[in-house]
């Protein structure tokens, strides 16, 4: 034993082999452990509820000896109060994770999120929760939470009320601090966050009533003529694409990052199908396509021999490779719809030709835009994967389409500003 100093740490020679303990003189328990390399660390030694722990305080050089003898003392008299340092450390870390830690553990899972909704959840972060992203997040309170949502359902992040970002957001959030609880526990085992500040919204949540919009009927002809006057007419290739692909999901049904990101691989023309592998209820399914949609899609196809060509049936210049918004020409076509149209508006305007006007039978319709039927009998007993026996229900979709397209053409109905 002898007193740890500066002087003496300094003069310590590396052990030829295995480690070397100094143990302080005045101080029981607090030691310099040194390794054949010459690596000098402090450490403690004591019992907890009759068991032995040694545990590091750091190394020498990122402490200095008065900062480590002062730590020691601290955990020492914490040990012999009961209180194990290691879980002490592990619970002072879980405190300190943040909510960008949390975040990038829930994403990192295998096979357990898909993309879109990985990158919507990590939108929110990055906008609406952007304040706390680097904070840790068991410090969020319940009355942070309700300030931020006040925030959002009255003034959103623009200056007016954004509900469903807010909902969105605090779901995230909420999704987000259950994990933390079950990933970190404190000492003694508890859940490191036990209550969810995101539940002191329930007398403040403001539920957002199903959308049911689609375009009138009597505006489906004059709206898919002006889509195709657009696509003649399109200033580029980008443009274009985003022109095919809102055709596309009218005449289709799917959801719009299911078209976006429909690739050549799962495209079969000659046979008349297009295939979803993991789609949002991940029920992998074969869709048939109309001639209409045939006819789109071959018009799109690059040659056989082009090397150079994108895998992205709808491409664009982007970092993703394909289209992913289609604001521009919905925002066109809107005021030929005569309300603002989003692209799951076409996925409705779909279902409502389908079974309103052509009289298709609704699980028919479900099962083409993939929402597979809950009866037992439907679940057990139809084809809810390769659906092409279902191609003449979409041909006739298709068909009428087209029919109301040529009524609008002949009435010369569609007037659409040229874009430079």
Do not use: C
């Not at 469903?164 to 970190?184: C, D, F, V, W």
Request: hydrophobic residues 40%; without cysteine.
């Amino acid at each position: 034993m002898a007193k740890l100093t500066k002087t003496y740490i300094d003069k310590v020679q590396a052990p030829r082999s295995a480690y070397a303990m100094h143990w302080d003189d005045s101080v029981k328990g607090y030691a310099l452990r040194v390794s054949p390399q010459g690596k000098r660390v402090f450490v403690v030694m004591g019992r907890v509820h009759g068991k032995n722990v040694q545990f590091t305080l750091g190394p020498y050089g990122v402490l200095t000896e008065e900062q480590a003898r002062k730590k020691a003392q601290r955990v020492l008299q914490d040990m012999r109060e009961g209180i194990d340092p290691r879980e002490a450390k592990k619970q002072d870390e879980a405190a300190a994770v943040t909510l960008r830690a949390v975040a990038d553990a829930y994403f990192a899972r295998p096979g357990k999120l898909k993309e879109a909704t990985r990158n919507e959840m990590d939108r929110q972060i990055k906008t609406v929760l952007a304040a706390w992203e680097n904070k840790p997040i068991a410090a969020i309170t319940e009355d942070d939470v309700r300030k931020r949502y006040r925030e959002m359902t009255t003034k959103g992040m623009r200056g007016k009320p954004a509900i469903g970002s807010a909902n969105l957001s605090m779901t995230t959030l909420r999704t987000l601090i259950n994990y933390a609880s079950r990933q970190h526990r404190r000492s003694d085992g508890s859940p490191l966050i036990a209550h969810n500040p995101v539940l002191a919204l329930k007398d403040d949540w403001i539920e957002l009533k199903p959308r049911t919009r689609d375009i009138d009927t009597q505006k489906v002809g004059e709206v898919w003529h002006a889509l195709s006057d657009m696509h003649v007419n399109a200033r580029d290739n980008d443009a274009r694409a985003g022109v095919d692909l809102v055709r596309f999901l009218l005449l289709t049904g799917a959801r719009r990052n299911e078209g976006a990101m429909l690739t050549w691989d799962r495209v079969n023309l000659e046979e008349g199908w297009f295939h979803l592998p993991d789609p949002k209820n991940a029920n992998p399914v074969w869709i048939p396509l109309s001639t209409q949609a045939v006819a789109l899609l071959e018009a799109r196809k690059p040659a056989d021999d082009d090397k150079d060509a994108s895998p992205f049936v709808f491409p664009s210049r982007s970092k993703a490779g394909h289209v992913q918004d289609t604001r521009a020409p919905l925002d066109r076509v809107s005021k030929v719809a005569g309300l603002h149209l989003s692209a799951h508006d076409l996925r409705r305007t779909f279902v409502s030709v389908g079974v309103a006007t052509l009289d298709i039978d609704l699980h028919k319709i479900e099962l083409l835009t993939n929402h597979v039927p809950k009866g037992v009998t439907a679940k057990h007993y139809l084809r809810t994967s390769r659906l092409q026996y279902l191609q003449r229900e979409v041909q006739a979709i298709g068909d009428w389409i087209e029919q109301q397209a040529a009524i609008a053409a002949s009435k010369n109905v569609v007037q659409l500003q040229r874009t430079a």
